[in-house]
């Protein structure tokens, strides 16, 4: 049961561009929400995070949006840079447990 | 400053080989550990998680064990692999003052089963 999703395994945008990144939970039960950034043949780095508490969360040319209602985040990057080329990952925690749910990952490609 | 080591970065083993996979955790005490397994063109699939020595919770049922005979080390073992145990295999280490919040990872061993 795939408590996180992204329903975008791939994304491509000009250098400079924004980029957006999606992802959706299922469990109300989550309070706290993260972003990851992994390269190939590396293990995932943490990028942004946010609380259900709020609504935005921003650092440097990430930002991320929670919609509780829609049960929705998105990350958005903006310049995109080629280097910013990775897989995203998001997940989720519950306010009582250990465990991360990690969606399926987007592929992003900025293209220079 | 808090690293987590995982090794062999690399392994090439045979169908029925025994696995051992080991990670281990510096500057932190009594770290939630985790394994995860991302198979090709796949997420991240946790396998196993300890909130402490001898504490291990399976989520995945498969031919894969878990042990952590000591706070900072977490060992990921298998009997006799299968083809399909092929994968990106990587440890994680979070911790536990209060609820978890964030993840760390280690570099990942890649796993190729013949």
């Known amino acids: 049961d795939q408590q996180v999703k992204q329903n975008s395994p791939s994304l491509s945008v000009q250098e400079g561009r924004i980029s957006i990144l999606n992802c959706d939970y299922t469990n109300s039960m989550f309070d706290y929400f993260l972003w990851y950034k992994k390269y190939p043949a590396e293990g995932p780095t943490f990028l942004i995070s946010?609380?259900?508490?709020?609504d935005k969360n921003e650092d440097g040319r990430f930002t991320v949006f929670l919609n509780k209602s829609a049960k929705h985040l998105s990350l958005h990057i903006v310049p995109s840079q080629p280097g910013d080329s990775a897989v995203y990952f998001c997940?989720?925690?519950?306010?009582?447990?250990?465990?991360?749910?990690f969606g399926t990952g987007t592929s992003l490609t900025v293209i220079p | 400053s808090q690293t987590i080591h995982q090794w062999p970065a690399t392994l090439v083993q045979p169908v029925g080989s025994p696995l051992s996979l080991e990670c281990t955790v510096e500057g932190t005490s009594n770290p939630n550990l985790y394994w995860y397994r991302q198979a090709a063109g796949r997420g991240l699939q946790l396998l196993f998680y300890s909130v402490g020595i001898g504490q291990i919770s399976s989520e995945v049922p498969q031919n894969l064990s878990a042990s952590r005979p000591q706070d900072r080390q977490f060992i990921l073992s298998s009997k006799k692999l299968l083809l399909s145990d092929s994968g990106f295999y990587l440890c994680?280490?979070?911790?536990?003052?209060?609820?978890?919040?964030?993840?760390?990872f280690g570099p990942g061993t890649r796993l190729t089963v013949l």
């Open positions: 994680a280490w979070s911790g536990t003052s209060g609820r978890a919040d964030t993840q760390y």
């Open positions: 997940a989720a925690i519950t306010n009582t447990g250990n465990q991360f749910y």
């Open positions: 946010i609380s259900s508490i709020k």
